[in-house]
């Protein structure tokens, strides 16, 4: 673990789900803020013992990028009693709109987060984006209306779950991921107004941490 700045903490753990065949190193990053009236752990996975220390003492929540970067949610929730903040799963419809499976295939939809949101084993604060959450974060649309990209203005922070990645070549849009009909630019449009916020840190959940810089490199036509 290393602090990034003064609150600002980065770490890395192997993914438990990881396969030689993912574009993503197995190694993926977590975050963790301390955003004055709590502690915030972003994506976490093998949390640091000096963090689930801190964690214990403070005010604190979970907040997931996107609903299957759950990772560690739900034993950190089962430990700590904290809420998580998570943009909502894909639903049976989308998942059939999008990819054009049957609603057998479907299902209930996503099963990410079920246990916090079906099953009612955690405090679940659903967000989606446009929203600015409580402790000081704006919420921008990723490449997925539910993989979001964060501004944290305490900290000069922008935080990304898959749709800024470094996959072996620097920070840049995922497009291998990318919806069917969304391209590259549209997903980029929509977060250029980034680029006018001072930002020092970004924070890729696959790799980095990033500059400012790297960020208006990534978003450029």
Do not use: C
Request: hydrophobic fraction near 40%; charge should be negative.
């Amino acid at each position: 673990m290393r602090e990034l700045r003064p609150g600002l903490w980065h770490w890395e753990a192997p993914h438990p789900q990881w396969r030689p065949t993912e574009p993503w190193s197995e190694n993926v990053s977590s975050y963790a803020i301390d955003a004055a009236e709590r502690l915030l752990l972003f994506d976490p996975l093998a949390v640091p013992s000096e963090l689930v220390d801190l964690a214990a003492e403070r005010e604190t929540a979970i907040v997931l990028t996107a609903p299957w970067h759950e990772r560690d949610a739900q034993s950190l929730v089962e430990q700590l009693g904290v809420p998580v903040y998570t943009p909502l799963p894909d639903t049976a419809q989308f998942l059939m709109d999008t990819y054009g499976i049957t609603a057998e295939q479907a299902g209930d939809g996503s099963p990410d987060v079920v246990w916090l949101l079906r099953e009612k084993k955690g405090e679940a604060r659903p967000y989606t984006a446009g929203d600015r959450l409580p402790f000081g974060a704006d919420v921008f649309p990723g490449h997925k209306a539910n993989d979001t990209v964060l501004w944290v203005e305490s900290q000069r922070a922008v935080i990304s779950g898959d749709t800024l990645v470094d996959f072996g070549r620097g920070l840049e849009i995922n497009e291998r991921w990318l919806r069917p009909g969304v391209t590259r630019e549209e997903i980029a449009a929509g977060l250029r107004p980034l680029l006018e916020l001072p930002v020092e840190h970004v924070l890729a959940t696959h790799g980095g941490p990033f500059d400012g810089a790297a960020l208006a490199r990534a978003l450029s036509s």
